[in-house]
């Protein structure tokens, strides 16, 4: 451990440390523009100088590219060094323009920071200014090319770290520019990262331009809610209004970055159609009268049907203390438990990755990024959980194996093999895989492992590429060899396309790894941020179909609905809507302006995680909550339609109907059980879940986000006694041939709450159907050409996708928003394919 000296400050330091990361360390901050910690050193704009007293250096040196070492002796504060970084800011500024009164980055801008410390002030230089043609790069960023400093961090992150190419440095020496080699969107679903490391104003968020500085906001910690890794953001927000979502430093979740989606995906906050008052169909209510109205009907339907006739739905989007108000609601007034799950396939799948995560075997993304062989199961990362393909692609930079063994033809920003496996078929290809581990030697004869060296001299792929290798037969031997030949493998299983079965033969193989003397992991994705919590909430709940077979037979006559769109995902939205119109009652409480609030008698306004704390369980089982980042109301924006405020002064806040959807369930279920006590407050609340769950949550005043706890969950959740098929029961397309047609997600257009975000909607690709060149032939469809999916229920035309890295005898279809998908037939019924 070396130990230095800086500043007159004695520190010790891991080897291999930087000095200006060892400075940190010990709370001196040394001014830097290109150096990141992801990103690491790059000695380009000289601004880190420091003096090296004593020691192996002496002199004026860099301190991001010198290695703490033993003795050292460094100042940052010596004449020398403090005289150059000034001649340093001067250069620097000798080009920069005087735009900081309308630069987005005012307030919060490093060049700014370092100019006014530097105390430079007047530029010496009289000869004109060097100046760039902007560019346009997309709805997301901004790009302001003459206030660069030529740090190098906007092209280190988008080709190094990310790597893509449509982003770089062009020109030379002082005519170098950043930007596109034209105009047009950037291609990296992560360039909104360029934003926050940009340390002066070349790329700033177009979306939030000109919408205030950083003093006027109401910032707070948060949590991204649109996938299951739940990555730590900061929110920013102004007259009840969401204005900008910022990455927040998570070293075991997200690191320093986040991906596209959750950064501009928070439309659904600010909806101008959001519900804001409650409603007794078709008239708005006040809040009492509608409480009331739910409690007279509900008692009368449990009096005259039975409380078994009243039914409980929500889903992986609300937060812990929705979940479990409504299972004590269900369960104090013995009306039916919650249904949180689409189907019986996706509640096991779910449940399954649930009770057979131990802390022994859980990893988190940081951990993916220190494997030396990931092997991705049922899994397209970019489209189910973004941030997972950022860390295979650094562990692919150090060396590390990505296999993935996936039906369609996965897209990864790093060099992969890819084993195309029919979701039906990954069960008997994984415990052939696991037989294949136990004759596989202990010392194959298999190619090393490139060192990081190798990885990082090879530069990055010009675009996401994989080696195909269809034949299976042939490529498991290598596969086990390969597992066998790591030390560090972890194993990534979807939850999307697969039931349990497929989840717990992942989890056998972790354990048979483990069992070799191998430190495995295993890391699940769950279709939605709190879908573990769901498990914890209601692993024997019935699934949505279960409960909607239940309201056509008549055994529901009520249902009340917390947070929850099943119309979205459910296949047959005909089926859904008749199945509605036989309720009695049905109550719907929800921030978002869902087809359900359409058809309600009751409904109640619920406020977002931006408007209160909640609490979610990511997918490792990491227990994390948010905080309230503003006030529950109407934007200003919408209350004056963009017009000057109103000029006098209100007892009320415009729009504030909404409350906690947990403490709508708990004065509902005070209300039905006719208690007079008072209703138990956000601490004695968790005091009820603990005793129900387990979970333990530190309700200290200044403990409003955990991170880094884990659940220890074996005893807690328990499977159901009968499992469901191994697959989701597929749409059958031809009926002369194997052809199977199964939903998926993908990065725009699929996600929930994403696609209330106007931003994103208009950048949504077109939705395309993907199938295998051969399949498409033997159907008579060509590549790019229009199909036409004809079934009982709808007529769907869509473009066609032939990609040989699809397996034979399976078809894609987006869940986007754009089609009619839930309608291409039922999940027992037969379609056809037509050439348009």
Not at 92 to 99: E, F, K, Q
Not at 261 to 282: C, Q
């Amino acid at each position: 451990m070396p130990k230095l000296i800086i500043d007159g400050r004695h520190i010790e330091v891991a080897p291999g440390v930087k000095v200006i990361a060892a400075a940190e360390q010990a709370g001196i901050m040394i001014p830097r523009f290109c150096y990141h910690p992801a990103l690491g050193s790059a000695g380009a704009c000289r601004m880190c100088a420091v003096k090296f007293l004593e020691g192996p250096v002496h002199g004026l040196q860099m301190s991001c590219m010198m290695e703490a070492k033993d003795g050292m002796v460094v100042s940052t504060t010596d004449d020398e060094a403090v005289d150059f970084r000034r001649f340093v800011i001067e250069l620097l500024m000798r080009n920069h323009p005087h735009d900081c009164p309308v630069c987005d980055e005012g307030g919060h801008c490093l060049l700014q920071d370092e100019t006014v410390s530097s105390g430079h002030v007047m530029r010496r230089h009289i000869g004109k200014k060097r100046t760039h043609r902007d560019q346009y790069l997309g709805e997301l960023i901004q790009h302001e090319m003459n206030r660069c400093i030529h740090c190098y961090r906007c092209r280190r992150f988008y080709q190094d770290f990310c790597g893509y190419h449509d982003f770089g440095a062009m020109g030379s020496a002082n005519r170098t520019c950043f930007g596109r080699y034209a105009d047009g969107p950037l291609e990296n679903p992560f360039s909104g990262n360029l934003i926050d490391i940009c340390p002066t104003g070349v790329l700033t968020d177009k979306p939030a331009r000109f919408k205030g500085r950083r003093w006027d906001f109401e910032r707070a910690p948060s949590l991204c809610i649109h996938c299951s890794l739940g990555c730590a953001t900061i929110v920013s927000a102004r007259y009840r209004e969401l204005v900008r979502v910022e990455a927040r430093h998570n070293p075991a979740v997200n690191g320093h970055f986040i991906c596209d989606r959750g950064r501009f995906g928070f439309g659904f906050a600010n909806h101008s159609n959001r519900p804001h008052h409650a409603r007794i169909a078709p008239a708005a209510a006040t809040y009492a009268d509608a409480l009331q109205a739910a409690v007279n009907q509900l008692t009368e339907i449990s009096r005259t049907f039975g409380s078994q006739a009243i039914g409980t739905v929500s889903s992986s989007r609300a937060g812990m203390e929705t979940l479990m108000a409504l299972k004590i609601l269900a369960s104090a007034q013995q009306w039916r438990s919650p249904s949180c799950f689409q189907d019986a396939r996706q509640r096991n799948a779910v449940v399954s990755a649930v009770i057979r995560l131990s802390p022994d075997t859980a990893v988190c993304l940081h951990d993916v990024e220190c494997s030396d062989h990931i092997l991705v199961i049922a899994a397209d990362p970019i489209a189910e959980a973004p941030m997972l393909a950022l860390a295979l692609r650094q562990a692919w930079r150090d060396g590390a194996r990505v296999t993935v063994l996936d039906p369609r033809p996965v897209s990864l920003p790093c060099e992969y093999t890819h084993i195309p496996v029919a979701p039906k078929q990954l069960s008997a290809v994984l415990q052939k895989l696991m037989n294949a581990l136990l004759s596989s030697p202990d010392t194959p004869q298999f190619p090393p492992l490139r060192t990081s060296d190798d990885a990082h001299n090879a530069g990055t792929v010009s675009s996401p590429s994989c080696d195909p290798k269809p034949d299976t037969a042939l490529q498991l031997p290598l596969l086990a060899a390969s597992l066998q030949s790591s030390q560090r493998p972890v194993i990534v299983c979807g939850t999307n396309i697969v039931s349990g079965t497929v989840v717990n033969a992942a989890a056998d193989l972790v354990m048979q790894l483990r069992a070799s003397r191998k430190n495995a992991g295993i890391f699940n994705i769950l279709p939605g941020a709190n879908a573990f919590g769901a498990a914890i909430a209601s692993p024997d709940g019935a699934s949505f179909s279960e409960i909607l077979t239940a309201i056509e037979s008549g055994e529901i006559q009520a249902l009340l609905i917390a947070e929850s769109n099943p119309v979205r995902w459910f296949p047959d939205r005909a089926r859904i809507r008749n199945a509605f119109k036989k309720l009695k009652l049905l109550v719907a409480l929800d921030y978002l302006p869902t087809p359900v609030l359409d058809v309600a008698h009751i409904i109640f306004p619920t406020q977002t995680h931006f408007e209160t704390p909640a609490v979610f369980i990511n997918q490792e089982g990491r227990m994390q909550q948010t905080s309230m980042v503003h006030c529950n109301g109407m934007p200003l924006s919408q209350q004056t339609a963009g017009k000057h405020p109103p000029r006098e002064f209100r007892h009320d806040v415009p729009g504030a109907g909404a409350k906690p959807a947990w403490q709508v369930l708990l004065e509902l279920n005070a209300a039905l059980s006719a208690v007079n006590t008072p209703l138990p407050s956000y601490s004695e609340l968790w005091e009820q879940i603990e005793q129900e769950t387990g979970i333990a949550i530190d309700r200290r005043p200044d403990s409003d986000i955990l991170e880094g706890r884990r659940l220890r969950l074996e005893t807690q959740v328990h499977l159901p006694e009968t499992p469901p098929p191994d697959t989701p029961p597929p749409i059958n397309l031809q009926e002369d041939m194997s052809l199977e047609l199964y939903p998926v997600e993908s990065f725009c257009g699929t996600e929930e709450l994403s696609a209330y975000a106007p931003i994103l909607c208009r950048m949504e690709p077109m939705p395309e159907l993907i199938m295998h060149p051969s399949d498409a032939a033997g159907c008579g469809l060509t590549d790019g050409g229009m199909v036409t999916i004809q079934s009982d229920a709808v007529t769907l035309d869509v473009r066609l996708k032939t990609a040989a890295g699809t397996a034979t005898g399976t078809a894609f279809l987006p869940r986007h928003r754009q089609l009619v998908w839930r309608q291409a037939g039922s999940t027992d019924s037969r379609a056809s394919l037509l050439q348009k």
